[in-house]
C-alpha cells in the first residue's frame, strides 16, 4: 500500500516522460488522481486505536551502512500524506488546464516532488527522511527556475543554498546520532525505532538537536531563516507556490515531531524555551509583515510564517494537546493556503498584475469566486466553526498549562490574523474596480479545483474528529517521549 | 641461502600478474596496429577494448584473490584491483572520446590514434602498478610510469597553444612532484631500512616524530603524492593543465589517476605507516579540509566547464581524503566506493563537454551549454545528473558517496572533517547549480562565437592546418550513448546501491590482511 503511494506518483511521471506531449497532462492527472484514491484508502483502513506504525514495510537497502528501506504510517504521518495527495492532485490540475511550455519536464519534475514529500512523510529510517527530505529541494528548483518569473534563477538558487545549508547539517548529524548510538548498541542502525530505543547522552544531544532544527526551521521558514522565503515566492510559478507553501513547511514541522521529540528528548527540553520564542516571534513578524506587503504572495507568503510559528508552538508545547492541535493545524493550512495562491492566480490573470493596491471589486460578477475566497478567508483567521480554529485552540490550550505567557502573547497573533486576511479579502474583492479590468466568474476549469478544495475545508470544520481522533494516540506517543525524559529531573525539583 | 635461491628459477605467479601481462602486451599491439594506416581508428579502437577487456576480465577473474607477487613487490588484493578496474573503466570510456579528437585525428604522424591509445595504456598499466604496489621501488616506477604518458597526452593537441602550455607545465610540476617524492622515499628507506611497506611497518615503530628522518621522509612522500591528486595546498597546476589538455585526456586524467593514487596513498599509509596513525592523521584532515574549501572556493568564479571541474576535483579529492583520515576500513571502502560513482558522474560530464566543444565554437565555455535542456534534452540530462550528483544531492550516488565517506570519519573521530564535507557540498551547490540553471533556465547563447584564445591557430609553420579545434555541427552518436550508460549509472547506483558497495567491501580488509 505505502509502496504504492511512493511509486504511483514517480512511476506516472517517468513513464509520462517517454509519452507523446498531447498526453503528458491528463496522464499525470490522472496519476495523482489514484494517488489521492489510494490515500483515501489508506485512511479507510486506519486503525485508529494503535499509537505505533500501520501497514509497515521493512526492506534491506544498504546493509553495510546500517540503512533500511522503512516504512510506516501513524495517525501524524496519515493526513498530512492524505493532503500531500490532495494537494498534488490539484496543482496537476491546475496545471493541466494552462498547459506549462515544456510540459514534460514540468510534470516530471511535480511528480517527483510528490515522490519525495510522500518519502519524507512514510519513512521510518532516519537516513531515508533526510534522503527525501533533500530530495524534495531538487524538482522545486527546476521548477522555480525554469518556470517562474523575475529574477528566477537567483531566487531558486538562493533557496537551494539557503535551504541545503540545513539540510546537509542534517545529513551530518544524522550519522552522528547513529554512529554514536551504535557505540552502545554494538551495531549500526538508523532505524527510528532503534534510535529511540537508545537516546543518546545529554552532552551530544545539543549540538545534533541544532543541526536537525536547523534544517527544519529554514524549511518552515521560521523568523531568523526566512531571507529565501520573499524571492522564491514572488518567482515561483503559482500552482508550484501552492505546494511550496502548503505542504513543504509541513515536512519540517512534522520532522520535529517525528524525529527530534522522540530520539533527543533531553535537548527538547533544555532548549524547549528558545524555540518558543522563536515560534513566537514568527507569529508577530509574520503578521506584522503580512500586513505590510502590498504584493498578494508575500501576504499570503508572510501569513503562512505566523501560521508555522502557531505550529512550532503546539509542537513545542510539549503537550498532547498541543501537539495535536499541531497535527490539526498543519493539514488545516495546507488546506487553506492552497486555495488562496490558486485564488491569486486567477486574481493575478485577470488583473494583470500581483499588486494589491491595483485591485479590487473583483466580486461584483463574481459572486462564486468571491463565497469561496470569503470561505478560504474566514479559515485562515481561524473563525470560530472552522478547524483552524480547533487546531489553533487547542495549540494555544496546551501552551496555557505551562507557559502562560506565551500563550497570552500568542493570542495577539490570532487577532492580527484577522486584520490580513480581511485585508487580502476586501481589497482585492470589494472597493472599486480599477479601469480597464473586467468583473468575470472564474472558469470552470478553476472551479473543478477549487471547489473540490473547498469543500475539504468545510468537511473538516464540520467533522475534525476525524483527524484528532486518529491523531491522538500517536502524538501522545511522541510527547510521552519527552515527558518521560524530563520527569526523573522535573520530580527531583519539584519535590523540595 | 641466498645462493640457493638465485639458482632456483623464481616462482612467477602469472595468474596474479595476468591483468598487468595483458596490459603491456596490449600495449605493444596497440601501438603496431597504430601504423595500419587508413583503418587505423576502427583497428586500433578495437584493440584496445579487446586489450581493457581481457585485463579487466583478469582482474575480475583474480578478485578475492590474496598474495604477495614478485617476492613482495606487488600486492594481489582487492584494493588493487578495483582500483585497477576503475582506471581501466576510464581509459574505455576515453576511447570513443578521442575519435576525432585533433591529438589522435589530425596527429603529424603517421599512427596518431596508435600513439594515442598506446600511451593512454602505458599510463593505466602505471595506475595498475601503483595500484599494487608494495614496495618504494615499484611505488615510484609505477607513478612514473602513470604520469609520463600523461605529460605527452597533455600537449598532444600540437597545434593548441595551451595544449603545449598545458603539457610542459604538467610536466614541470609532475617532475618536481616526482622529486619531492622520490627523496622522501629516500629518507624513508634510510630511516627504517626497508623498501617494503610490511618492513617499514616493523622498522619505524609506533612514533614518527621520534626519528626526523622518517618524519622528513613522510611529509615529502605525502607532498609528492598530494602534487598527483591535486589536493589543495599544491593544486595549483591542476586547473591549467585541465582547462589546457585536450578534453578526453583530462577526463582521463581526473578520475583514473586519482583512483591510482589513492590506494598507493591507502596502502602506504595504513600498511606502512599504520602503527603511527595518531602522527599523520591530524595531518591529513588539515589537508582534506583546505582542499574542500580552497577547491570549492576556487570553483565558484569559473566560466571555463572544464576549470571548474579541475577545482571540483580539487574539492572531490578532500572529501575523499577524508576516507584515509578515517583509518578505519569503512574509510577505505567510503573512498572506493566515492571513487568508483566520481568515475561515472565525471565521464558524463566531460563526455558531454567534449560533445559540445565539437557542436559548437565555444570550447568548454559554460556559454557552450546554455540553452541545451530546450535545445538537447539528451545531453542535458547527462551533465544535469553529473552535477547534481558532484553535489551529492539524494537519488544519484553521489549522495551514497558522501554518505559513507561522512560515516567513515564520524566513526573515526573525525565528526568536524564529516561537517566539513557537508559544509563544503553547501559551498558547491553555487557553482554546480549555475551550471545546471545554464542548461534549463537561460536561453541558447546565440551570437557568434568569437575563436577564444584557446582555440586560436598556430601558423602553418608551426603545423598549423588552418581549421579550428573542433568541428561546429558534428553529432557524435557512440560517445552519447557512453554518455547514457554512465548517466544511467549514476541514477541507477544512487537508488540500488547494493551492487556497487559489494564491489567495494573488500577493499577495506585487504588493508588488514597484508600485514595480518
Keep these: 500500500m505505502l509502496i504504492a503511494i511512493l511509486c504511483v506518483p514517480i512511476g506516472v511521471a517517468i513513464i509520462s516522460a517517454f509519452l507523446p506531449s498531447r498526453l503528458v497532462a491528463p496522464v499525470s492527472v490522472l496519476g495523482s488522481l489514484v494517488t489521492l484514491g489510494l490515500t483515501v484508502a489508506l485512511i479507510a483502513g486506519f486503525d485508529p486505536g494503535v499509537p505505533g506504525l500501520q501497514n509497515v514495510v521493512d526492506e534491506a537497502w544498504i546493509p553495510g551502512l546500517g540503512v533500511r528501506f522503512q516504512l510506516g504510517i501513524d495517525g501524524i504521518s496519515l493526513f498530512l500524506v492524505a493532503m500531500t495527495a490532495l494537494l498534488w492532485a490539484a496543482s496537476f490540475a491546475w496545471s493541466a488546464w494552462r498547459m506549462p511550455d515544456r510540459p514534460k519536464n514540468y510534470f516530471l519534475m511535480l511528480g517527483i516532488g510528490e515522490f519525495a514529500v510522500m518519502g519524507a512523510f512514510l519513512a521510518q529510517d532516519l537516513l531515508l527522511f533526510v534522503l527525501f527530505f533533500d530530495l524534495m529541494l531538487v524538482p522545486f528548483f527546476f521548477l522555480v527556475g525554469s518556470y517562474g518569473t523575475g529574477d528566477r534563477i537567483k531566487a531558486t538558487i538562493k533557496m537551494m543554498v539557503y535551504t541545503l545549508v540545513g539540510s546537509l547539517l542534517m545529513l551530518v548529524a544524522a550519522i552522528a546520532t547513529a554512529i554514536l548510538t551504535s557505540e552502545t548498541t554494538g551495531e549500526l542502525s538508523f532505524a527510528l525505532s532503534d534510535l529511540r530505543a537508545n537516546v543518546l547522552p545529554e552532552g551530544s544531544q545539543d549540538w545534533i538537536f541544532w543541526f536537525f532544527a536547523a534544517a527544519f526551521l529554514v524549511k518552515m521558514p521560521s523568523f531568523p531563516l526566512h531571507g529565501w522565503m520573499p524571492d522564491a515566492y514572488r518567482s515561483c510559478p503559482l500552482p508550484v507556490l501552492a505546494l511550496l507553501s502548503g505542504v513543504l513547511p509541513k515536512v519540517a514541522a512534522y520532522g520535529f515531531l517525528r524525529v527530534v521529540l522522540p530520539i533527543f528528548p533531553d535537548a527538547t527540553i533544555q532548549f524547549q524555551e528558545l524555540v518558543l520564542v522563536l515560534g513566537l516571534v514568527s507569529i508577530l513578524y509574520g503578521s506584522a509583515m503580512a500586513f505590510a506587503q502590498t504584493n498578494v504572495r508575500l501576504i499570503a507568503g508572510y501569513s503562512s510564517i505566523a501560521q508555522l510559528g502557531f505550529i512550532t508552538l503546539g509542537v513545542f508545547s510539549l503537550s498532547s494537546d498541543g501537539a495535536n492541535g499541531a497535527v490539526l493545524q498543519m493539514v488545516n493550512h495546507g488546506l487553506v493556503v492552497a486555495p488562496v495562491f490558486l485564488i491569486i492566480a486567477v486574481l493575478a490573470e485577470r488583473y494583470g498584475t500581483e499588486d494589491l493596491r491595483e485591485m479590487g471589486g473583483a466580486a461584483t460578477r463574481a459572486p462564486v469566486l468571491a463565497v469561496l475566497f470569503l470561505i478560504v478567508t474566514m479559515a485562515t483567521l481561524a473563525m470560530p466553526g472552522s478547524a483552524n480554529f480547533i487546531g489553533e485552540f487547542y ?14 502573547i500568542a493570542m495577539a497573533g490570532v487577532a492580527m490574523a484577522a486584520f490580513y486576511a480581511l485585508r487580502l479579502y476586501q481589497k482585492t474583492m470589494h472597493n472599486r474596480l480599477p479601469a480597464g479590468v473586467e468583473s468575470r466568474e472564474m472558469s470552470l476549469r478553476d472551479a473543478s479545483v477549487l471547489v473540490p478544495l473547498v469543500l475539504v475545508i468545510i468537511g473538516t470544520a464540520l467533522y475534525p474528529t476525524l483527524i484528532l481522533k486518529r491523531g491522538e494516540a500517536s502524538v501522545q506517543d511522541k510527547v510521552g517521549a519527552v515527558t518521560a525524559a524530563e520527569e526523573p529531573e522535573g520530580g527531583l525539583a519539584a519535590k523540595p | 641461502m641466498i645462493l640457493a635461491q638465485a639458482f632456483n628459477a623464481p616462482d612467477v ?12 602486451v596490449g600495449l605493444v599491439v596497440v601501438l603496431l596496429v597504430g601504423l595500419a594506416g587508413r583503418a587505423q581508428r576502427a583497428l586500433v579502437s578495437a584493440a584496445s577494448f579487446i586489450a581493457y577487456g581481457a585485463a579487466a576480465g583478469l582482474s575480475i577473474w583474480q578478485f578475492g584473490e590474496e598474495a604477495d607477487l614478485v617476492s613482495g613487490a606487488l600486492r594481489l588484493d582487492e584494493l588493487g584491483l578495483v582500483a585497477t578496474l576503475i582506471s581501466i573503466l576510464c581509459a ?70 595551451v595544449s603545449l602550455e598545458s603539457g610542459l607545465k604538467y610536466l614541470i610540476v609532475g617532475s618536481l612532484g616526482s622529486a619531492t617524492l622520490l627523496y622522501g622515499l629516500a629518507f624513508i628507506y634510510g630511516g627504517s631500512g626497508s623498501t617494503d611497506f610490511t618492513g617499514i611497518r616493523e622498522g619505524i615503530g609506533a612514533g614518527l616524530a621520534d626519528d626526523p628522518l622518517i618524519l622528513i621522509g613522510v611529509a615529502l612522500t605525502a607532498t609528492g603524492l598530494a602534487f598527483k591528486l591535486s589536493i589543495a595546498p599544491f593544486h595549483q597546476w591542476t586547473p591549467d593543465v585541465y582547462q589546457g589538455a585536450p578534453t578526453p585526456v583530462t577526463a582521463f586524467m581526473a578520475v583514473a589517476t586519482k583512483a591510482a593514487a589513492f590506494a598507493v596513498f591507502a596502502r602506504f599509509f595504513e600498511v606502512a605507516l599504520g602503527p603511527a596513525v595518531g602522527d599523520w592523521q591530524p595531518a591529513l584532515a588539515a589537508l582534506a579540509a583546505v582542499s574542500i574549501i580552497v577547491g570549492n572556493v576556487g570553483a565558484l568564479t569559473q566560466s571555463s566547464l572544464k576549470r571548474l571541474l579541475g577545482y571540483s576535483g580539487i574539492a572531490q579529492a578532500g572529501y575523499m581524503l577524508a576516507g584515509i583520515v578515517a583509518a578505519n576500513e569503512a574509510g577505505i571502502e567510503a573512498l572506493f566506493f566515492y571513487l568508483s560513482a566520481y568515475a561515472f558522474m565525471n565521464l558524463a560530464a566531460f563526455a558531454v563537454i567534449t560533445i559540445r566543444e565539437r557542436e559548437t565554437g565555444f570550447g568548454d565555455d559554460i556559454r557552450s551549454i546554455q540553452g541545451l535542456g530546450r535545445e538537447r534534452p539528451i545531453l542535458a540530462w547527462p551533465l544535469t545528473i553529473a552535477m547534481l550528483a558532484l553535489a551529492g544531492l539524494p537519488g544519484t550516488a553521489g549522495f551514497i558517496g558522501k554518505l559513507y565517506l561522512i560515516e567513515a570519519s564520524v566513526a573515526g573521530d573525525f565528526t568536524w572533517l564529516g561537517v566539513m564535507i557537508a559544509v563544503g557540498t553547501m559551498i558547491s551547490l553555487a557553482y554546480y547549480l549555475r551550471v545546471i540553471a545554464a542548461m534549463w533556465m537561460r536561453p541558447a547563447y546565440l551570437s557568434d562565437p568569437t575563436p577564444e584564445a584557446h582555440n586560436r591557430v598556430l601558423p602553418a609553420m608551426a603545423g598549423g592546418s588552418g581549421e579550428l579545434g573542433g568541428t561546429p555541427g558534428v553529432r557524435c552518436r557512440v560517445i552519447l550513448g557512453f554518455t547514457l550508460v554512465a548517466a544511467f549509472a549514476t541514477v541507477f547506483f544512487g537508488v540500488i546501491p547494493s551492487p556497487l558497495v559489494d564491489f567495494v567491501s573488500g577493499t577495506g580488509e585487504s588493508i588488514t590482511a597484508s600485514f595480518g
Excluded at chain 2, 596474479?16 to 596490459?23: E, F, K, M, T
Excluded at chain 2, 595498475?128 to 609520463?148: D, K, P, W
Design chain 1, 395 to 408: 495549540i494555544l490550550n496546551g501552551l496555557f498549562d505551562e507557559k502562560t505567557a506565551y500563550a497570552v
Design chain 2, 13 to 24: 605467479d602469472y595468474a596474479g600478474l595476468s591483468p598487468i601481462i595483458a596490459l603491456t
Design chain 2, 92 to 161: 574505455v570510456f576515453v576511447i570513443p572520446l578521442s575519435w576525432r579528437e585533433e591529438s589522435a585525428d589530425r596527429a603529424p604522424g603517421p599512427g596518431g590514434h596508435g600513439e594515442f591509445q598506446a600511451l593512454l595504456m602505458a599510463s593505466v598499466l602505471g595506475m595498475a602498478l601503483l595500484a599494487m604496489a608494495q614496495n618504494l621501488v615499484i611505488f615510484f616506477v609505477g607513478l612514473e610510469l602513470l604520469s609520463v604518458p600523461l605529460y605527452v597526452l597533455c600537449g598532444s593537441a600540437l597545434r593548441r597553444r
